[in-house]
């Protein structure tokens, strides 16, 4: 533990002190006087020593002013404090020096930037050895929120938050081993952090969605397939018909036996008999070639269509995500133009020197008066300025956000783009895949066209001129039957073919059933998604709960909000100091602002190991001060027209 106390410190030509030293012991004081004397640029000083910058951590020119705000050639800057450090006396100085020089030829000097002189201890320092020095006894943006009650609050609120949060020591092990309910994310998140899990999830349940969304135009192709075999027939009917045929062929070739017994024309019957089941067989084989012929090609058309619906919900998917982003920019640039509107009509805004004189009397007000009202206009306009800023970080709609928004947007229109190449590719591979099987079909023909057809046909035809010339004129009858036995061969045969067919519609119906058993995996596995995901969201939560428990504990008076629960069940950090339930930022008095600044010092103190001097500003205003764990030198408005140290 790093304990700092300020014996003394002397201000030479620093602001509006001319001279000036604090004496203090090493022990707690309070300095008292009207508003303008210099209170605050004790606070400066020490400040401006360590860093070269104000209480509010911006860079600061102490260089005195003349009348006419114009700095006061040949006065140098000095602030030299005597601290003791851990028991051991250390001496800093800080002098800001003019720099004159002539350019050769001339006897008029010019002055050029000042420069800076350290000493530590009466010996002169570089720069950089004396940022190490205050880096070993605890480094500026530490020993900024330890000496100056306000700066904590003062900081954005995001680098509030990170301090906080690694004060905590919590880990997301800690919560998932203390909590029995979480026992299984840590399965879950297989050696992953938590942000990156809940990416890789995102990414599965996305890839999940767009393959259950393209299953059900899958499946309708398959049917579809299926349905053009049917046509309204079934295996059962065309095996009803495969009989019936069969037993009509032979029943008319019974018959026909008895006209043809003994009949010169036998053995041409005969071979017309055979040639007929031969054309019957010829037909077919060639329907069961050409289903086989083109099966693949159809498969191939199924799956690019396939293909090209998952793509089409790809992007429609995209596309309203664009739709989402535009209107999210559009919003928060209108909401971003009406604040910096706001800003710039508040930062042009200037004190009304109207306010010094008196409404009855007309007479100007005490100068105290004035500075009052004025510090008062000030402060009133920086806190605006403040929320202002603040609105607009909360709304996410800083340049650093819409930036993102308008990178996610591109990145979203460059998916499109590519999506639209591919469905474009895609639709293109399909139209050609389709020309293809419909050149197929067209090429293989019907079987009449065949010259198997012709071939055979051709031999029917001599065989039954042969028969023709061997009987001559004979009846009608015989003749008509062996017409009816060749159609129904014909028919017997389509039938046999259609028959293979179906054998085509048990792989569409597997195929359908593998694809509804995909389905109800693919849910499944979205279902398990979406649990690791309430998993990790209830995880979330919880770490919230026990981080703002672990926070809070450590201070007495202040309470911490670092997260807000939407109605949605997402979470957005936030960063605000409460007390009593009201809000450090808004409503709460200056006295109570002001303990809650002293509070957040000592639970600092502790959880950094070092306790600085601490300049409590308005001191006044507070009824009664909280303990503090260091000395305390307190800075209050009175009547006095002097500075007044009360050690």
């Known amino acids: 533990m790093t304990q700092i106390l300020i014996?003394?410190?002397?201000?030479?030509?620093?602001?509006?002190?001319?001279?000036?030293?604090?004496?203090l012991n090493g022990k707690p004081a309070v300095v008292s006087a009207r508003n303008g004397f210099g209170k605050t640029s004790l606070s400066d000083g020490l400040q401006w020593l360590f860093f070269g910058k104000d209480t509010q951590g911006s860079k600061l020119n102490p260089k005195p002013l003349d009348a006419n705000n114009n700095e006061q050639i040949g006065l140098e800057p000095e602030v030299e404090a005597e601290l003791i450090i851990d028991g051991k006396t250390v001496t800093l100085k800080r002098i800001q020096k003019e720099s004159w020089s002539s350019k050769r030829g001339e006897v008029e000097k010019t002055r050029g930037s000042d420069t800076t002189k350290y000493f530590i201890d009466t010996v002169p320092t570089k720069e950089k050895d004396w940022k190490a020095y205050l880096e070993e006894i605890g480094g500026e943006s530490k020993l900024q929120m330890l000496s100056n009650a306000s700066f904590f609050m003062q900081m954005n609120w995001k680098e509030r938050?990170?301090?906080?949060?690694?004060?905590?020591?919590?880990?997301?092990?800690?919560?998932?081993?203390?909590?029995?309910?979480?026992?299984?994310?840590?399965?879950?998140?297989?050696?992953?952090?938590v942000d990156e899990m809940k990416k890789i999830l995102a990414g599965q349940k996305k890839e999940v969605k767009a393959n259950i969304e393209g299953i059900p135009a899958r499946i309708q192709e398959n049917t579809d397939a299926i349905n053009n075999i049917k046509n309204d027939k079934t295996p059962e009917k065309v095996q009803e018909a495969i009989a019936f045929f069969s037993k009509e062929i032979e029943d008319k070739e019974k018959k026909l036996s008895s006209f043809v017994a003994g009949d010169p024309t036998l053995d041409h019957r005969q071979e017309l008999s055979q040639l007929q089941i031969k054309l019957a067989e010829a037909n077919n084989q060639f329907l069961t070639s050409s289903n086989l012929a083109t099966q693949s090609l159809q498969e191939d058309v199924n799956a690019q269509q396939a293909k090209v619906n998952n793509i089409r919900a790809a992007k429609q998917e995209l596309?309203?995500?664009?739709?989402?982003?535009?209107?999210?920019?559009?919003?928060?640039?209108e909401f971003r133009a009406a604040k910096l509107a706001e800003y710039k009509a508040l930062n042009e805004k200037t004190f009304d020197d109207h306010q010094t004189t008196c409404p009855t009397c007309n007479q100007d007000l005490p100068l105290d008066q004035v500075e009052e009202l004025r510090n008062k206009f000030n402060k009133d306009k920086a806190e605006k300025i403040e929320e202002n800023k603040a609105a607009v970080e909360a709304q996410k709609a800083t340049k650093q956000d819409m930036a993102s928004l308008d990178k996610e947007l591109q990145q979203v229109r460059t998916e499109i783009n590519r999506l639209t190449g591919e469905f474009s590719a895609a639709n293109q591979q399909l139209d050609l895949i389709n020309n293809d099987l419909n050149f197929q079909r067209t090429k293989i023909g019907s079987f009449e066209q065949s010259d198997q057809y012709r071939e055979i046909n051709q031999q029917i035809n001599?065989?039954?001129?042969?028969?023709?010339?061997?009987?001559?004129?004979?009846?009608?009858?015989?003749?008509?039957?062996?017409?009816?036995?060749?159609?129904?061969?014909?028919?017997?045969?389509?039938?046999?073919?259609?028959?293979?067919?179906?054998?085509?519609?048990?792989?569409?119906?597997?195929?359908?059933?593998?694809?509804?058993?995909?389905?109800?995996?693919?849910?499944?596995?979205?279902?398990?998604?979406?649990?690791?995901?309430?998993?990790?969201?209830?995880?979330?939560?919880?770490?919230?709960?026990?981080?703002?428990?672990?926070?809070n504990d450590k201070f007495e008076m202040v309470k911490f909000k670092l997260f807000n629960i939407l109605k949605n069940g997402a979470i957005d950090e936030v960063c605000e100091a409460t007390y009593k339930g009201?809000?450090?930022?808004?409503?709460?008095?200056?006295?109570?602002?002001?303990?809650?600044?002293?509070?957040?010092?000592?639970?600092?103190?502790?959880?950094?190991?070092?306790?600085?001097?601490?300049?409590?500003?308005?001191?006044?205003?507070?009824?009664?001060?909280?303990?503090?764990?260091?000395?305390?030198?307190?800075?209050?408005?009175?009547?006095?027209?002097?500075?007044?140290?009360?050690?």
Request: hydrophobic content about 35%; some cysteine; overall charge negative.
């Open 319 to 333: 596309e309203s995500n664009e739709y989402r982003l535009q209107r999210a920019i559009q919003e928060k640039n």
């Open 161 to 193: 938050r990170s301090i906080l949060i690694s004060m905590s020591g919590l880990t997301d092990e800690d919560v998932i081993q203390n909590d029995p309910e979480l026992a299984e994310l840590a399965t879950i998140l297989d050696g992953h952090s």
């Open 7 to 23: 014996n003394r410190v002397s201000y030479k030509n620093f602001k509006g002190f001319k001279n000036f030293t604090l004496d």
């Open 582 to 647: 009201v809000e450090y930022s808004s409503g709460l008095n200056n006295g109570a602002r002001i303990n809650c600044d002293l509070d957040i010092i000592n639970t600092l103190s502790r959880e950094f190991g070092i306790h600085l001097p601490v300049f409590v500003d308005n001191a006044e205003s507070v009824n009664q001060l909280i303990d503090v764990d260091t000395q305390m030198i307190e800075l209050q408005v009175t009547e006095d027209e002097q500075l007044k140290v009360e050690v």
């Open 462 to 551: 001599q065989c039954q001129q042969k028969i023709k010339d061997a009987t001559g004129d004979k009846g009608g009858e015989e003749q008509a039957l062996l017409q009816a036995i060749a159609e129904d061969k014909n028919n017997l045969a389509v039938m046999q073919a259609t028959l293979k067919e179906f054998d085509l519609i048990k792989q569409f119906e597997d195929r359908i059933n593998e694809l509804k058993n995909k389905d109800q995996e693919l849910k499944q596995q979205n279902q398990d998604i979406e649990r690791k995901l309430w998993m990790i969201d209830e995880f979330t939560r919880r770490k919230v709960k026990k981080l703002e428990e672990s926070i």
